[in-house]
Structures are given as C-alpha cells and as structure tokens.
C-alpha cells in the first residue's frame, strides 16, 4: 500500500463574506490533518476565516469535452446580464 | 534603586557603529520588584527565544513541506513573543537595552530559560515530544498571565495565548498519532519522552522570585500550574499509548542561569555577528 | 531560471502541416490566449515538458531553502531572523503550490521527489552557490529573487492553466521577498566598513550565478521554439537576462557599490546596459552536479526525506486505524 498522503484541495472563505474560493492543494493524512495544514499553509497571510478541505479524488468534475452542450446555452441567454435593459439615465443608479 | 550602567547604545546614525552595549548582569538590585519582574520576563522571554531558535533549526530539513511551513509558523509565533517578553524586561531594567541587546549580548549566566527548552532537537519526535511537554505548561501559564496585575503583562499573555492555544492542540494531536501509529513511530515518541521526562519537573518548582511575583500577584506560583500539567499530559499519553517515566528527578538550574552544555554551542551560533561586528547595525 | 534548459521531447517546432487536427485545434487554443485545463485534451509532449518544467521549478523553490535557511540560527536580530524565517517558509509554500500544479498532470509529488533526489530531475544552478557571510542574504532576496521575479511575472501569462495561477500566487508573495532583501543588504551597503566589504563580495560573488538563472542564450537552445509555441515559455532568456540587468544596475549605483564587473556600461544606442555574460563552462558544470554545493544540497534533502518516513508513515497509520475504528463503531 503507497504510504503518500492523499492530495486534499483546500478552500477559503475569507473575511468579508465572499463564498469559499478553492486556492490550492496539499497533502495530508487525514481531513483534520489537511484542515491544519491548509491553515498553516494557505491562511499566512490573513486569508482566510473558514476553510474546506475536500480529498481531490472524491471531486466529480465537468467534462471539457461537453463545454460546448454544458455552457453555451447560458451565452445565449443575455438577458440575465444587467446590461441587457436599458434604463434611462433619470432614474438613477440602478 | 537603578545602578550606574557602563555604556548603553545610543547610536542614531545608520552609517556608524553604535557604541558598545554592556553584556554584563542586570544593574538592577536582586530582591527587589523591579528585579523581580525584570527576572519573571527574561525566563519567559529566554524560554520562546531559546525553543524558538531550536525549532528554527529544522528550517528545510523536516519530513515533508507541509511541516516546514507548521513549524516556522510556530518559530515565527516564538520569536515574537520574545520581542515582546524581552522588550518588556529592557523597559522594566531601565538601562537602555532592547529587546536585541538581551537576546544577543548576555551569556549563558544571565540566560534563565529552563533546561527542557535548550535540549537539542533529537529526531522529529523528540522535537514534538519537547514541543507538547513545554506546550502544555506554556498555555495555562499564559491564561494565568491573563489575570496578571500588572497590565502590560497581561496584555502580551493574551496575544501569545491564542498562539499557543493552536501550538497545544497541534503538538497533542501529533504526539497521539504517532504515539498510536507505526510500531517504529511508537518506539520513538516513548523514546523521545523518556529523554526528556526529567527535564520537566523545573516548570513548576519554584525559587523566592517566583514567590514574591506570584504574592504581588503579578505571575502565578509555578506549582499552581502542575495539577492541570499532570492531567493533560496523562491524558494525552493515555491516548497515545505512551507511558509516562517513573522517575520523579527534576533537573533544575536553568531558571538561575545553571545551564547544560547545549546553551552555550546554541548562544555561540545565535550571537556571533553582534559578537564579532560590535555596535553594527544590522 | 528556476527551470533551466527544460527539454522537450523533440528538437524545433512542430510544423502546421505535420500536425493532426486535435494538435492544430490545440495550438489554435493556446494562439487565441485560452489557458489549457487540467482534463482538457494535451499533446503528450506538451504535458512531459511542463511536468519536467514545473517539477524542477518546484524542486527549487524546495532546494532553496537551504542556502537562506543556513543563516537563520545566525540572523543577526529577532526582527531579520523573523523576516527570514517567514521568507524561506514562504519558498517552502511555492515549492508546494508548484508540486500541486504538477500533479494536476497525473504526476505525484513523491514520484517527483524520488526523481529528484536520484538525480534524474534538477533545480536552479543557483543554489548550488554558498551563502557565505550575512550579506549574502540580503542578496539572495534581492538579486535571486529579483531574477526570478522577472521571469515568474512572464509566466503569468503561461499556458497552463494551474501553473499560471500558481505564478500570480507566487508573484504576489514574491515581491516582499526582493524587498527584504534590498533592505537588509542596504544596511550593510551603508553600514560599518567591514558591512560594506560583505555586501561588496556578496555581489561580486553573485552576479554571474544570477545571470546564468535565465539560461545560456537561446540562440544556442534547440528547445526554446517549441515551448514558446506552446507559451510554456513567453519571454526568451536573453530579453529576460536584459531586462533584469536594466533593472539592477541603477540598484546598484544607489548603494554606492562597485558594479560587479567591468563589462556593465550604459549603450545610448540600444537603450540598454552592455554586460559580459558568464562562464558558461561553469554553469554546466554546476548542471552536472560539479557546483559548490551541490553533493550538500541533495544530501540534505535526501536525508530530511529519508529520516522523515517514519513520521510520513505514522501520521498515515494512525489516519487508517482511527477511520476503522470509527467504521467499526458505527
């Protein structure tokens, strides 16, 4: 059996609200190991109030091959884009 | 009350050496509060001074990346509570010395960390098993620090005590797991604590200084902290299947300035340039 | 650089005509500015250069910590050995995030480090330099850092998707390295006169060890085009070398240092300074493991790595028992 610890990928929720952003990897025994680890690695400079570990082989991911199928019918539907309407300028900042 | 002083730094100019600072004893009069205090804050300043150096010297050589960057973490917690501890103590002396002239100027004498903290660093093990000893004395001494009476104290114990609050739970939880991991991580953490069970007992033996801070109400009575050392370090043992010495010896000394060998080869690494440049500014 | 005469499989670009129509799709991919992903489809030799190019970026950034690391038991006061220590922590952290952006290739960062440490994968000639007295530390963060700024800032705009995003990381975390390190070295370039005679050989010793980072001349490397191509590489190593050069001298001269030697001179003409290059002899040689340093700095890490396995395999131990106890609980 490989003794490597298993890779974990870490995110971050920094302090002013946003949702948890993935900014890296790293390996580590176990959850609460890689949780330490991810403090001590990806929060040095203050980064981060909460963090998320999750081991990278259990990430199921999009299939680029199906970019096409999967996104492009959001290109088409512009008009969940703020931009899309037109609001005079007399009413304000909207 | 404060005794002449030799020479102290007073250099402004960045393109000159300064002169040179005494590395002689505290001018300070032994029994009385200010070199009680000064006292009290250099064996606390000289115990994150000298372990955090200790725990610096594994910088590029630990087992794997993730702890190189743990451990500098603490390092780095170490040596900023020094500046504190250390700078607090110049205050207290009134002489002029910084934080700096303490930590690289005194010899060995006038150093009053206790012994545990200068052993050398061992395998990995007897790193954390020297980390989680000194630990779980260090977070309740600093809670206690909390309730000093005297402010300024007070208000470094409580900076340093959320540090060492995550340098407990993490050097408890490593000696757990490889207390009950391998057979040969076993073997070394038994190992590693019985090198260093002896070098216990000094925390919590206490001298007249200590009694009279602890009366002023200033730092706990060292002994007060050992019923709570004994129950989390037996219960951590227990659930790393370790077993605590029977050997009840204390080394003592390091807290009067009776040192092992190991401080002075430490001292002659951490101090040379300020030794051998004087009065440079670095 | 800290990837230095990285080989790609083949010498010369592949041609346009030559290559299949998922090859061609690719390279339209990478001309357009669209970063390459994880699981998106990869020419095989794409993937082994890059695996080559950021393990041995990583492997430096590892590697590295030991010539700085040599000076912390001996920084001079708490506050340098504090922006010291948390420097070299830092490489340590870009080692890590570089071995993360490898393994999204499909190579593990064990195998990676098995490979370096049975000398089959290198690191940086650079660090098989010593640092010899505390000048050098500040030159290091200043001078070497600095080189590798200059061409971590190009990478950036790399091809690969997980590298160049390792790059901005890094970058940003960068720049407060070549700054401590200019300011420690600007107190011994203005300090006592044995300080100033330290910074003096300091540069002097590094300078042309900093400028072989950036590689022999691309004119003489058969691998530079397909990488460019491939925007593995986006600057060649002597606009690189350039621009660090430029950037250095007028650094220098505030310090009121000698230039470390005699070939530097302002040429109106090209708008640039003029410099020798180094002693390319020496640079292989380092590349061939006949460096100063070279037989310490792989004992090192070979002995951290090996007394390590206990601790590695402990941590790992005591994770599978606890999760089948707690399986055998529930």
């Known amino acids: 059996m490989s003794n490597e610890w298993p890779l974990w990928e870490v995110f971050i929720r920094g302090q002013h609200g946003l949702n948890h952003r993935h900014v890296g990897s790293l390996h580590a025994p176990d959850a609460e190991l890689a949780i330490r680890h991810a403090r001590d690695v990806y929060t040095r400079r203050n980064e981060g109030v909460s963090i998320w570990v999750v081991k990278s082989a259990e990430i199921a991911a999009s299939d680029p091959n199906e970019k096409g199928p999967l996104f492009e019918p959001s290109n088409s539907k512009v008009y969940r884009h703020p931009t899309f309407y037109d609001i005079p300028d007399e009413v304000g900042h909207m | 009350m404060v005794a002449p002083v030799p020479e102290v730094r007073l250099a402004t100019n960045a393109n000159m050496a300064g002169p040179v600072v005494f590395t002689g004893q505290t001018p300070l009069t032994p029994g009385t509060p200010e070199h009680d205090l000064f006292t009290g804050l250099t064996r606390l300043g000289d115990n994150t001074l000298i372990l955090g150096h200790r725990v610096s010297e594994w910088c590029g050589h630990s087992p794997i990346l993730e702890e190189d960057i743990a451990l500098a973490n603490m390092a780095l917690d170490l040596i900023g509570q020094t500046q504190l501890w250390l700078g607090l103590a110049g205050a207290v002396e009134g002489a002029g010395r910084t934080a ?38 260090h977070q309740p001494m600093l809670k206690a620090l909390e309730g000093s009476a005297d402010a300024r104290v007070a208000e470094i114990a409580a900076k340093a005590g959320k540090e060492v609050a995550y340098h407990v739970e993490r050097s408890a939880d490593l000696v757990i797991r490889l207390g009950d991991g391998t057979e040969e991580s076993h073997t070394r953490m038994q190992r590693a604590l019985d090198a260093l069970w002896t070098y216990c007992g000094e925390m919590f033996i206490g001298d007249a200084i200590d009694a009279r ?26 659930e790393a299947t370790l077993t605590p010495p029977a050997n009840p010896y204390a080394h ?7 040192h092992t060998e190991h401080l002075g080869h430490l001292l002659t690494s951490m101090q040379w340039l300020q030794r051998a440049y004087p009065g440079a500014k670095w | 650089m800290y990837a230095q005469m990285i080989k790609t499989a083949h010498s010369g670009v592949h041609k346009r005509e030559d290559m299949t129509e998922q090859e061609r799709a690719f390279q339209d991919r990478i001309d357009a500015g669209e970063k390459i992903e994880p699981r998106d489809w990869m020419p095989d030799d794409y993937r082994a250069t890059l695996i080559r190019q950021i393990g041995q970026h990583a492997h430096s950034e590892v590697v590295g910590q030991l010539p700085e690391g040599n000076w912390i038991t001996r920084a001079p006061t708490l506050e340098r050995k504090a922006i010291l220590l948390a420097k070299v922590q830092d490489e340590a952290g870009h080692g890590l995030y570089l071995y993360s952006a490898a393994e999204t290739l499909g190579e593990s960062r064990d195998e990676l480090v098995r490979l370096l440490h049975e000398g089959r994968m290198k690191y940086s000639s650079i660090f098989n330099y ?5 000048a050098d530390i500040g030159a290091v963060g ?7 700024i200059v061409n971590q800032v190009a990478l950036q705009r790399t091809s690969y998707g997980p590298y160049s995003r390792a790059m901005v990381r890094i970058c940003k975390e960068e720049s407060f390295h070549a700054r ?11 300090g006592t006169p044995e300080q100033k005679r330290m910074a003096q050989d300091a540069l002097n010793r590094m300078w042309f060890p900093c400028l072989m980072m950036f590689g022999p001349s691309d004119k003489d490397s058969v ?3 397909q990488s460019m191509a491939w925007k593995i590489k986006v600057a060649t190593n002597d606009e690189l070398r350039q621009k660090y050069v430029d950037q250095t001298i007028p650094q220098i001269e505030y310090l009121g240092l000698d230039l470390p030697e005699a070939g530097i001179v302002w040429n109106e003409a090209r708008g640039h300074y003029d410099f020798d290059m180094p002693d390319w002899s020496e640079f292989f040689n380092v590349l061939k493991g006949n460096g100063p340093c070279n037989s310490d700095r792989m004992a090192d890490r070979v002995n951290a790595w090996e007394d390590g396995a206990w601790f590695r395999d402990g941590l790992m131990a005591h994770a599978r028992k606890a999760r089948a106890r707690k399986m055998a609980a529930e």
């Open chain 2, 100 to 137: 700096d002239d303490l930590a690289f100027l005194r010899d060995g004498w006038d150093f009053s960390n206790i012994l545990l903290v200068e052993r050398p660093n061992g395998d990995f093990g007897q790193t954390l098993m020297r980390q989680f000893l000194f630990d779980a004395w």
């Open chain 2, 213 to 238: 801070l602890a009366a002023a109400g200033i730092m706990p009575a060292p002994e007060s902290l050992r019923p709570g050392w004994d129950a989390l370090v037996g219960e951590v043992l227990a």
């Open chain 2, 252 to 258: 003592t000394g390091g807290k009067q300035g009776k």
């Open chain 3, 130 to 134: 010593p640092t010899l007295n505390w």
């Open chain 3, 142 to 148: 200043w001078l070497v850092d600095g080189a590798a």
């Open chain 3, 180 to 190: 401590q390190g200019y300011s420690a070295f600007m107190a011994m370039a203005l």
């Open chain 3, 223 to 225: 691998h530079s085009e």
